[in-house]
């Protein structure tokens, strides 16, 4: 739920600062491999996973780390922390104090969630190359 909450406050912060090219760039890198998740679990609920779900999830790993884990913080957080602070919200006229902050704590924590769901991930290929099973290891059988 925190991801939600962080992902709608950094888009409506975004717009109200001016800062939309960022907004629309969180949104761009969220939105490629979670097509690819939702193929998975589709195909996993069909009972397609050895001839579209593995396959899917695969394409759905590789864009998850090199979207969230690669591109993410090497392009959106390093242009965010490091261009000018008066860009913020020039065009506005608002004062980029205390908002450029207070943006890129947003943008850092959603990095540290991108990195905790990649440890996830990697606990369900382990579990799928050891017991030969996808499991969602956030969802525990009774």
């Known amino acids: 739920m925190i991801h939600h909450v ?11 600062l001016n800062f939309t090219r960022v907004g629309v760039v969180v949104i761009l890198i969220h939105d490629v491999s979670d097509i690819f998740l939702e193929m998975a679990k589709l195909a996993r609920y069909a009972d397609r996973e050895a001839t579209i ?3 899917a999830f695969v394409v759905f790993f590789l864009s998850w780390v090199a979207c969230r884990v690669v591109v993410f913080p ?3 957080i390093r242009s965010t922390l490091f ?4 860009l913020v919200g020039a065009y506005l006229g608002v004062e980029p104090r205390p908002h450029w902050e207070i943006f890129n704590g947003l943008l850092i924590l959603l990095f540290v969630l991108h990195l905790y769901w ?3 991930i ?3 290929i382990r579990k799928q190359l050891r017991d030969g ?5 956030r969802e525990k059988d009774p």
């Open 6 to 16: 962080v992902t709608s406050g950094l888009l409506l912060y975004s717009y109200a």
């Open 83 to 86: 261009e000018p602070v008066v």
């Open 122 to 124: 990697f606990e369900v």
């Open 133 to 137: 099973i996808w499991a969602d290891v």
């Open 118 to 120: 990649t440890v996830l």
């Open 74 to 76: 090497l392009f959106v």
């Open 53 to 55: 779900g593995t396959p």
